[in-house]
């Protein structure tokens, strides 16, 4: 079992094409590393930036999913013990059983099961 890889991707309010560019090497550079999952940072639009990149990365993810080129990904405002996308996630990645924002709420983030 790998373990759970962080990335901030908003840290500078990147433009939404920038964050699909940083999500897409998030990805490969965290499966190079042998994470399972990987927390996005993407931001949740406080400063009218971050709910666009936050959208469009999601976007982009579903359709990784539908490629089948990710296993699946778990919105920060979904990722509870009681969502059951979390649940199967724990089995990939048991270090998401501790994460901070387990419960939390926090559309911020994203989860990706790689």
């Given amino acids: 079992m790998g373990h759970l890889r962080e990335v901030n991707i ?9 964050a699909i560019r940083r999500t897409t090497y998030a990805i490969q550079s965290s499966r190079a590393l ?5 927390k996005l940072i993407h931001g949740y639009g406080s400063s009218g930036k971050g709910g666009r ?3 469009e990365v999601r976007g ?3 359709r990784q999913k539908d490629r089948g080129l990710i296993r699946d990904f778990i919105p920060g405002e979904s990722f ?17 059983r501790r994460d901070s924002d387990l419960d939390g709420s926090n559309n911020g983030i994203t989860i ?3």
Avoid: H, N, W
């Avoid at 908003?10 to 920038?18: Q, R």
């Avoid at 042998?34 to 990987?38: I, K, M, N, P, Y």
């Fill in 10 to 18: 908003k840290y500078d309010m990147p433009t939404a094409g920038l």
């Fill in 34 to 38: 042998g994470a399972s999952a990987l």
């Fill in 53 to 55: 990149i936050r959208v």
């Fill in 60 to 62: 982009y993810l579903q």
């Fill in 80 to 96: 509870s013990i009681f969502d059951e996308a979390t649940r199967r996630a724990f089995l990939r990645c048991d270090e998401l």
């Fill in 112 to 114: 990706i099961v790689l």
